[in-house]
Each structure stands twice: as C-alpha cells, then as structure tokens.
T-cell receptor
C-alpha cells in the first residue's frame, strides 16, 4: 500500500485565488511528521511546511497552511493568494517514528501534484 | 547560504562506467541522506548515513551502490557499473536543527 497518496496529478488555479493540494497518508506509527516540498522546473527541492502528529494546531508558514485531519489521515496543503511563481510540482512526504522537534529519518514521498497558476 | 552543495551538477556517463557523486555539507550535520528522482517521478529514498555508517537503506540501494565520507567532510555516492535506468536526479539531504530535511541542488546523472 502507498504510504503517501496524492490523487491530483495536476491542478489549475487563477492568480490570487486559493488552492488546496490533497495528501493522504498511511502509517501505524503514533509519532510521525508530514512535510510539503515545492519543486520548480529548475529541479531543486524547497521545504515549505511541516506538521507533527502531536501538533494540535494546523501549521502555517506565510501563504502556506497545512490542513491536518488526523482521523482521516489527511494533510492537505493550502496555498492562499496564488502567485505565478507558485507554478511547480508539489510533493507531500512523511517521516515515521518522529513527531517533531529535533528529528531525523528518511522521508517517504507521494507522486506529486503539478500546480499551474494562470494570470 | 545552502546547507549542502553537490557536484557535479550534471554528469553524463556511458553504461557500465563508475560514477561518484559528491555532497559537501557547509556545517556539521549528523545525518546524511541520498535520494533519487527519475524524471517525472517521485523522489525515492536510497540510503541514510549516520556516524560514518549506513543506518538504513532501501531496496534500490543494491550492491552497485556505496556511500562513504572519505575525508570526514565530503559525502559520496558511488555507482559501480551504471545502467541506463540509473539515469535520474540524485539529491543529498541533511537534517537541520529543526524538523526540516534540507535538500541539496541535486546532480543530474545521464547514462547513455
């Protein structure tokens, strides 16, 4: 079974609108962390946001927020006020066994969602 | 300033040749990771390295692959006899003091 599932191969959004990128995960661990990365066409992997499994509040970083629904095992990324520069591939990832703070361990990635922002 | 740099940025090699990809951390890091991304696909974990030894490896990381820190600073990934299917982007990553795993800029490997 896939540990990270991103069901939207591609998404389109109008500039200045908000968009939600879906991510569901599968783990039997109680402690885990969820990550979102952005990969522009240049290829680098840019960290966006993190949510620990024990965090009670949804994580936010500027225009990025993570809609964490633990019971549904979903960790959707919300981008508000989309900009043309947001056009990129977005990956959801999970680190099992560690909830937050100083943590380490491999990341397991989903297949990614290509976001296109239209002017 | 980047936490890690990777060299070369692009490597072209012939099938059967050995390649060495390098990762240079800017500051002290305990954990190192190698990932690969075949064009258009997801990022896949290869191996993690801690305290100068492998701490975990994936099924992809077979006998053709090896990692080491030859001089205590550079962190290398060696592919002994490259195959066409080894063509991919290879990322080195490190854990920061926070929860973030920082990815280097990557080396694009093309096997012909």
């Amino acid at each position: 079974a896939q540990k990270i599932t991103q069901t939207q191969p591609g998404m389109f959004v109008q500039e200045k609108e908000a968009v939600t990128l879906d991510c569901t995960y599968d783990t039997s661990d109680q402690s885990y962390g969820l990550f979102w990365y952005k990969q522009p066409s240049s290829g680098e992997m840019i960290f966006l946001i993190y949510q620990g499994s024990y965090d009670e509040q949804n994580a936010t970083e500027g225009r990025y927020s993570l809609n964490f629904q633990k019971a549904r095992k979903s960790a959707n990324l919300v981008i508000s006020a989309s900009q043309l520069g947001d056009s990129a591939m977005y990956f959801c990832a999970m680190r099992e066994g560690y909830a937050g703070g100083t943590s380490y361990g491999k990341l397991t990635f989903g297949q990614g969602t290509i976001l296109t922002v239209h002017p | 300033e980047p936490e890690v740099t990777q060299t070369p940025s692009h490597q072209v090699t012939q099938m059967g040749q050995e390649v060495i990809l390098r990762c240079v951390p800017i500051s002290n890091h305990l954990y190192f990771y190698w990932y690969r991304q075949i064009l258009g696909q997801k990022v896949e974990f290869l191996v993690s390295f801690y305290n100068n030894e492998i701490s975990e490896k994936s099924e992809i990381f077979d006998d053709q692959f090896s990692v080491e820190r030859p001089d205590g600073s550079n962190f290398t990934l060696k592919i002994r006899s490259t195959k066409l299917e080894d063509s991919a982007m290879y990322f080195c990553a490190v854990d920061l003091d926070s929860y973030e795993q920082y990815f280097g800029p990557g080396t694009r490997l093309t096997v012909t």
